[in-house]
């Protein structure tokens, strides 16, 4: 029996044996699949186990039970900070000396081939059946990743509150399925409004009424149709003051395709909306001043463009008379006692370069307002600005802003104000300007009315004399000319021959007079007389001249068939031609192998005629005197003539906007060209 008994016990510690091993292969196996890297040290530190993930981990296969991987199978240890950790005081070492665990602590695996992987380190102590411990099993991972993108989210979450609170950008989440909300501390600080358990119907209720209505229909579309939406608001803060929030947000969907979450951001923009509305109101402004209107109006309304860009309760216009005395111009808010009372003062002299303004931003506190304290108290008013119109260094007048409770003036306000007083001078001094214009245009209007009516009695008188003391020297002149025939043809053949050359003389001195009345005539009425354009065939024209000059035998006029028709006056036209075709042939030193040639071309309204000869030439010292009267280079019994050709010419080319110039000089001919419009301005 005890044999028996002897025997069924080995089996069965046999049985337990088996069973024991058994369940140690499946542990291994099981820690060998596993994800984690696990190795177990005993008592001495020597690693009595480890599975192929912690070899991964260390880069190497450590080898069991060696001293010279005690305590870990890593090549080298260091702390989160950087510094080395030596092998025994690594967690691992702590635990197998003294049976202390630890939790999640990193530390840094150097492996053998330079690359660093950072590991969460979890151990335990074992202990045998007697309690005593037996060594420790440390299960570590890699979390570097896990760390890198931890680091990164942190410091993208870092970049983002950094860039919020740069730009003053509040952030919110709704989820539209729960309720649940959230809101960042910029956005409580923007909107005043601390809960983070609000609908959409609490929101509404801080928002402005008269914007409420267009923000509840922008986030109810946002959610319907799912698109980013943006839009402008203003709510009202605690303390009754007025924002404006730019919002924008984007809502996303859930797998059904269904909205889930408003999200988006909000900042205050309250500071732009502002200087919109201050430019907006200063171009309004400047447009009003530019129109054609009296200075009243724009007094008016640059009272108004004040009490809406610096939101002052009152305010006047003072302007500076002739001895730089002060006076009321318009004023909005001011009891007729007290303009009287301030009218007539002014702070600076009147003279004064560059005055800047005086600020007073408490009444009952300031010194040196003698009377003006009391005044301005009576009236209510606790701070008060003067602001200079200066326009070209000249001191026009004075803003005057009111405040009925103290004030601290800033710099942006003075500048807003100085602004506006600065177009508001350029207005005044521009439309002072364009009276003090149009009172001189209604002068010289009247003045040139009067010279035009002068000017036309002249002509009418000028026209008169000529006729008449054309026609008075004439009927004489004729009477001398019958004479002298009557004398020839009498007494001719019995005269001395020096008789009888001086009375061929007197007969061309006749002839020339009567040729002098002609011109003068004809001279007094250039550039008065208009006639009325017609169509002109130019060569035709100048063929026609040269019949009636009939030149000398010899003596060649060439006109090129091309000359271009034209529609001018014609007569005008005519005697420039006659004048220059005659002047070349009286003029030419052989007429009988004398030459003109004419020509022309276009420039722009012009029509430029050119008139050359083969004659002496002219002295450049004379170009200008052969258009002046009665001038001639040749006596005047050699050359039968006026003297007035070419200034008549000169006088018609110029009367109608043209020019006449010569170019010669002795023994090269002469060369005239001169322009004449091909556009008629009666």
Sequence with gaps: ????????????????????????????????????????????????????????????????????????????????????????????????????????????????????????????????????????????????????????????????????????????????????????????????????????????????????????????????????????????????????????????????????????????????????????????????????????????????????????????????????VMHFQAAHGLSESYRQQIEGHSLWVINQAHPQPVLIPDVAQAENLGSLQQANLAEGIQAVAYIPLVDQGKLLGKFMLYYNEPHPFAEEEVQWAQTIASDVAHAIQRKQAEDALRQLNATLEQRVDERTAELERSNRELDQFAYVASHDLKAPLRGIGQLATWISEDAGELLPPASQEHLAKLHGRVSRMDMLLNDLLAYSRAGRQRHKPEPVETTALIQNVVEILTPPRGFVVRIPAALPPLTVERIPLESVFRSLIDNAIKHHHNPAEGKVEISAQFHDNFVEFVVSDNGPGIEPRFHRRIFEMFQTLQPRDQVEGSGIGLALAKKLIESRGGTIEVQSNPGEGATFRFTWPTEITP
């Design 1 to 324: 029996m005890g044999q028996k008994l002897q025997d069924a016990g080995e089996t069965l510690h046999t049985q337990a044996e088996r069973a024991d091993k058994l369940n140690e292969q499946q542990i291994r196996t099981l820690v060998e699949v596993m994800p984690t890297a696990v190795f177990v040290c005993d008592s001495e530190g020597l690693i009595t186990y480890y599975n192929q993930r912690a070899a991964q981990l260390w880069g190497r296969h450590p080898k069991l039970h060696d001293p010279e991987d005690r305590y870990c199978g890593s090549f080298r240890i260091y702390r989160p900070d950087g510094s080395l950790l030596p092998h025994e005081e690594c967690p691992m070492g702590i635990a197998v000396r003294t049976g202390r665990g630890t939790r999640n602590e990193e530390i840094h695996i150097l492996r053998p081939d330079g690359t660093m992987v950072l590991a969460s380190v979890n151990i335990d102590p074992l202990y045998d059946h007697s309690g005593s411990l037996i060594g420790a099993i440390n299960v570590f991972e890699d979390v570097t990743r896990r760390k890198q993108a931890e680091n990164a989210l942190r410091i993208s979450e870092e970049r983002l509150r950094l860039a919020t609170e740069a730009g003053k950008i509040g952030i919110f989440d709704h989820d539209l399925r729960t309720g649940e909300s959230y809101f960042s501390p910029l956005y409580h600080a923007i909107t005043q409004v601390q809960s983070n358990n609000l609908t959409l119907a609490d929101w509404l209720t801080v928002v402005h009424p008269e914007d409420r209505a267009r923000v509840e229909q922008s986030v109810n579309n946002a959610i319907t149709t799912a698109e980013p939406f943006h839009y402008e608001y203003r709510i009202r803060w605690p303390d009754g003051s007025i924002h404006w929030l730019e919002v924008h947000g984007l809502v996303e969907k859930d797998e059904q395709d269904r909205p889930s979450r408003l999200t988006g951001t909000m900042r205050d923009v309250t500071e732009r909306k502002q200087v919109e509305d201050r430019l907006h109101t200063l171009y309004l402004l400047r447009q009003d001043m530019n129109r054609v209107a009296p200075l009243e109006r724009t007094y008016e309304q640059a009272l108004v463009a004040l009490k809406r860009v610096l939101h002052v309760d009152r305010a006047a216009i003072l302007l500076t008379d002739a001895e730089g």
